[in-house]
């Protein structure tokens, strides 16, 4: 079992910055891919951003690249989301994910574990 929480939401107002941090437990996260979702009311969850084991592979939605950065420190079991020149289109709460899967994937069902979600408003 891994255990997810994650951390650095709130409000921030359009063209601003945040930086959201997931840190897991249990089981060495360095052994799994680990992504962050996002999902809207009444819209499905999607796909933002995801690493690979290392922290050498990323890949990213295209309403993500050039604006957001994904990383992770194995040392300390937590990946980050730098999130800069927000729009209020970026609203949503945000999910941390985690799968024992080589590589980047971008597939929801292919991550075993998700933490409970940090809120993101984008607002003036």
């Known amino acids: 079992q891994v255990h997810l929480v994650e951390s650095g939401g709130g409000l921030v107002q359009p063209g601003g910055s945040l930086r959201l941090s997931c840190t897991a437990s249990g089981r060495t996260s360095s052994n799994y891919a680990m992504a962050w979702f996002r999902q809207t009311p009444g819209k499905e969850r999607e796909f933002v951003a995801a690493i690979d084991t290392s922290g050498g592979l990323t890949t990213y939605a295209d309403s993500a690249k050039a604006r957001f950065t994904i990383s992770r420190d194995n040392a300390k079991n937590t990946v980050f989301l730098q999130m800069n020149s927000l729009k209020r289109q970026d609203t949503a709460v945000y999910y941390c994910?985690?799968?024992?899967?080589?590589?980047?994937?971008?597939?929801?069902?292919?991550?075993?574990?998700w933490g409970q979600g940090t809120q993101v408003t984008v607002s003036s």
């Open positions: 994910a985690a799968a024992r899967i080589l590589g980047v994937p971008s597939t929801e069902s292919l991550y075993d574990f």
